[in-house]
């Protein structure tokens, strides 16, 4: 075996070229893939995703606390998942769920808002696909996009746990 077998070889134009495409093309993929997923987040559960947004909007504080310990809470259950894997696995799949609402409801109200803005009133699914690729595309931005993501998608999970346990009808 040559020692130097795990240095990356340089790639023929060719090869670049393919590579290239497959990624653009796994790109567009994932992107459907999470649109598709919030979409249907809001045609499968209206009235969490309504409750959620109210949420977002009018308890900005207590969201953001309470997403924040939910971050809190997958670190505790990810540093678990060193010891016992079915406690990451679990966490795992207790959070996911949690994070795409959050995400949801993040693209939500900025659609909302950027609707607004506009003069023109939409649907709550127009709402999302308005709101979804500013927040995407914010948060590709480095180091301000990373924290303005996070932000947004902390607030969301928080509006969401708070939209769980609300008592009375979304606004």
């Known amino acids: 075996m040559d020692p130097l077998s795990f240095v990356p070889r340089v790639l023929d ?38 409750r959620a947004s109210a949420r977002y909007g009018r ?40 994070y795409i609402l959050g995400f949801v409801s993040a693209s939500e109200t900025l659609g909302r808002r950027l609707c607004f803005l506009a003069g023109r009133d939409g649907s709550r699914p127009l709402h999302v696909l308005f709101g979804w690729p500013v927040l995407a595309l914010a948060a590709c931005i480095p180091i301000l996009g990373w924290l303005i993501g996070t932000y947004a998608i902390t607030v969301g999970m928080g509006s969401v746990i708070l939209g769980l346990f609300a008592k009375d009808e979304a606004a």
């Not at 939910?70 to 949690?98: D, Y």
Request: aromatic letters at 6%; glycine letters at 10%.
């Open 13 to 50: 134009p060719a090869e670049s070229l393919y590579a290239i495409a497959a990624a653009a093309l796994l790109t567009v993929i994932v992107v459907a893939v999470m649109l598709g997923l919030q979409l249907l987040a809001v045609a499968l559960l209206p009235g969490l995703t309504e």
């Open 59 to 98: 308890r900005h504080v207590l969201s953001l606390l309470t997403g924040f310990g939910s971050l809190v809470l997958a670190l505790v259950f990810f540093a678990a998942g060193h010891a016992a894997p079915v406690v990451g696995v679990g966490g795992l799949a207790l959070l996911t769920p949690i």
